[in-house]
């Protein structure tokens, strides 16, 4: 049982836009979520850049619901990959604090399992799952201590993606045993977000128990927050150092558990 | 593969029937051990008007405190602890956490303070607790109690120096909390005035609201017959048509109708009008007390009606609920119990409660 | 239904245990429109969630039934009463849904309980500020 979590509110221009998000995502009970930028490496002159300081966003980070605390707002990134080369993780990557990839064919989810550095794999949910989930890939996953993301987001605006994601799900839960989950939104706009224990129980119908169906907006959110600080320091251990951010007011408090809690589950 | 989208989280219904005036009767210590009361609501039937001592006994309710980013080793200092706590009953829960995300704080006037604090909080303090009972796979919360009238962690002991330590130095927890202390005759109030006036804080009294009901359908209840059967309906149904009256839904619903079929449950009678008071705030188990004492006095003189009822709701985020037993939230943090008062001084008393919780004692 | 320990004593002491006795779950909700002017009556609204329902699970897995107990128009809340059997099927049928009349809409689940009466009582509502 830790703070409720969500992982994937996506990235806009529109600023007042990504305020109401985060203004709704707080009403809700969420405690921290990331703004997730996409990037899709096949499409020509995508480049990854450096994202806006999400002290930019608010004066004052909206306070969460039945709490004194301010909302926790995050970066991520989301590498699209179809083809090995595509994955290259680059200086601009450390400017995130968490990375995710949604690999395209069933090679690049087995390296992307097995290898590569990232915090986050993206489950399908808006076509048919193209390829197995096998169980080697998984479980290897599983122990780098990576997690798998269902979004929920095109299940409410779509009947044919729902089935997808409710089908993709469960295929996915029958190999990975319901363990190493995150279920986020994706969402774009407010009315598309949905209370914590709303995705809790959306989280039977994708196969997941009771707990782990909680775990996966909750605990295993934390835990996806600490493999990306760990990656981050790259060893783990170095982060010894308060981080003193003066722009970030509000935001600070936040921070500190989190940067001794990587330390601790380094050691 | 569906079959668990049919399951539903387990709750407890416990349900006692006795008479006030039996010596073994346990109702006060019901009332004493259930220490962080949110609500308190009271029914009673054919009632148009609240009585008076009725009503000087609700707006004589204990008022309490918000205190705000309070260290919580205050709540352990010799002199909060002599000159605060030992004067009378002291009540302090800590307000805008939630027991299913945060570290929650509780001080019972036993002189517990319970602390239910996430995995890394429990850490980083480094007191001796026990994992919380509402795990999922991987300990995430745990609980660590600090009696300060228990020996070995007394005022002076190695323990009790070194819980001041952690909660000062080591992990300086703070918190808003609310609170309260029910003072036993005689005491000055100015230890816990100049207690308070060292942290932001705000006096507050519990509120109160009145409402006369019309026109309902009631179901007949019989004292001896506490588990319904035979005609006469059952404690659920019983519970329910009580939460129906209370939040005003309609209770006779033809079963045609498309909207809503609930019906008050039968045989049912009907009652012309009805008093609903209730009060909301940090409630004190005392005044409950003299609230119950003074709804078994209402049947003194002759009324038309022959029982009333009172209901009171525990902190959904309290880390306790009945005593001392660990209490959390699944997918909600209901815990609460119900008297029925029946004129000839039989009651029944409901205790109910959701998942996370132990069963009421 | 599960009565247990019948203590002994004086005849007229009694305790029963009831463990998962309760028939129903009750849901207390709000239905958040796009569209602020929209107005709805019950029936309407019951409409939309037995519509949400059919759009998830299909006739059969759709039907059983629920009660909307108390529907105020001007907030759009609601109090929902299902049977324990249908709770996890009615719950995410509402989180699915995501339109009204081609409008963007949304419900929020403010509780959750087995005993009609905790929802009278949910200190989570308390606000001192």
Redesign the interface.
């Known amino acids: 049982m830790a703070v409720f979590i969500d992982l994937n509110i996506s990235h806009t221009t529109d600023k007042k836009r990504l305020q109401d998000i985060i203004e709704t995502a707080a009403h809700l009970g969420f405690s921290t979520v990331a703004i997730n930028h996409v990037v899709d490496l096949q499409q020509k002159k995508q480049e990854i850049g450096k994202p806006k300081s999400v002290s930019e966003l608010f004066d004052q980070f909206p306070i969460v619901q039945g709490k004194s605390r301010p909302i926790k707002v995050l970066n991520r990134l989301t590498v699209v990959v179809s083809e090995a080369s595509h994955f290259r993780p680059t200086n601009e990557f450390k400017s995130y604090d968490i990375i995710a990839v949604f690999p395209k064919t069933e090679k690049l989810f087995h390296a992307a399992c097995m290898s590569f550095d990232v915090d986050i794999i993206c489950i399908a949910v808006t076509e048919k799952q193209p390829f197995h989930f096998k169980r080697p890939p998984v479980n290897g996953a599983i122990d780098r201590g990576v997690f798998f993301e269902i979004s929920y987001v095109p299940a409410i605006k779509d009947s044919t993606m729902r089935r997808y994601t409710i089908s993709n799900a469960l295929s996915l839960m029958e190999t990975c045993k319901g363990k190493n989950v995150i279920v986020s939104s994706g969402a774009e706009k407010p009315l598309e977000l949905r209370g914590p224990y709303d995705i809790a129980n959306l989280g039977l119908l994708f196969g997941l128990s009771e707990g782990d169906a909680k775990a996966a907006v909750s605990t295993n959110c934390r835990a996806v927050l600490l493999h990306g600080e760990t990656r981050k320091t790259a060893l783990g251990i170095i982060h010894t150092m308060k981080k003193i951010q003066p722009t970030m007011e509000g935001q600070e408090e936040d921070n500190a558990p989190a940067v001794k809690r990587a330390k601790m589950e380094a050691v | ?1 569906f079959t ?16 006030f005036l ?1 010596e ?1 009767s346990r109702h006060d210590i019901h009332v004493a051990k259930h220490y962080f009361n ?2 308190v ?1 009271v029914l009673i039937p054919e009632c148009g008007v609240i009585p008076s001592r009725l009503r000087s006994v609700v707006n004589g309710f204990t008022k309490y405190y ?1 205190v705000r980013d309070l260290p919580v080793y205050k709540l352990l200092e010799e002199e909060f602890l002599e000159k605060v706590a030992s004067k009378g009953s002291i009540y302090a829960l800590s ?4 027991i ?3 570290n929650t704080i509780a001080l019972l006037p036993t002189g517990q303070l319970i602390l239910s604090v ?1 995995k ?1 909080t429990y ?2 303090l480094g007191l001796e607790g026990q994992v ?1 009972e ?5 300990p ?2 745990y609980v660590v109690t600090i009696d300060v009238t228990s020996k070995s962690v007394a005022l002076g002991t190695k323990r009790y120096k070194r819980a001041m330590w952690a909660l000062k130095e080591k992990m300086p927890l703070r918190s ?1 909390f609310l609170l309260a202390r029910h003072n036993i005759a005689g005491d000055e109030e100015g230890a816990l005035q100049s207690f308070l006036s060292q942290h932001n804080c ?1 006096e ?1 009294r519990p509120s109160v609201s009145i409402q006369t009901l019309k026109d309902l359908p009631c179901p007949s209840l019989d004292p001896a017959s ?2 319904g059967g035979g005609e006469l309906c059952d ?2 149904q019983f ?2 048509w ?3 009256v ?5 209770c006779d619903n033809e079963a045609s109708n ?5 019906c008050c449950p039968e045989p049912q009678g009907s009652i012309s009008q009805a008093l609903l008071c209730t009060v ?1 705030g940090l409630l004190l188990p005392e005044d409950i007390h003299s609230l119950l004492e003074e709804l078994r006095r209402y049947f003194d003189e002759p009324k038309f009606t022959s029982w009333l009822s009172v ?1 009171v ?5 309290s880390p306790i609920s009945w005593g001392t037993t660990e209490h ?1 939230y699944h ?4 815990n ?1 119990y ?1 008297f029925v008062v029946f004129k000839n001084q ?1 009651y029944w008393l409901h205790m ?1 409660t ?1 998942t996370n919780d132990g ?1 009421p004692p | 239904m599960q009565p247990t320990d019948k203590m002994e004593e004086s005849a007229i002491y009694e305790r029963r245990v009831f463990k998962n006795a309760s028939v129903y779950h009750y849901m207390k909700i709000a239905l958040i429109l796009e569209n602020e002017d929209k107005r709805m009556n019950a029936a309407h609204f019951k409409q939309l969630i037995i519509s949400a329902l059919k759009d998830l699970y299909g006739e059969i897995g759709a039907a059983f039934p629920f009660d909307v107990l108390k529907f105020e128009e001007n907030t759009l809340t609601a109090v929902l009463r299902v049977y324990n059997s249908g709770l996890v099927k009615l719950w995410s049928a509402l989180t699915l849904l995501g339109s009204y009349q081609n409008e963007p809409c949304a419900v929020q689940v403010k509780q959750v309980s087995p005993f009609l009466l905790a929802l009278s009582g949910n200190s989570r509502e308390l606000e001192l500020d």
């Open positions: 593969m668990n989208l049919e399951k539903c989280p387990r709750n407890l219904l416990v349900c006692e029937k006795s008479c039996n073994k949110y609500k609501s918000l307000y805008n956490t939630k299913d995300q945060d996430d890394d850490e980083e919380s509402y795990n999922h796979r991987q995430m919360r808003d705000k507050l506490l588990r404690p659920h519970l329910e009580l939460g129906a209370t939040i005003g839904v309609k498309f909207v809503s079929t609930y909301t209901t709701h525990g902190f959904a985020d959390g997918k909600g943090g209901e609460f119900s039989d109910g959701g069963c």
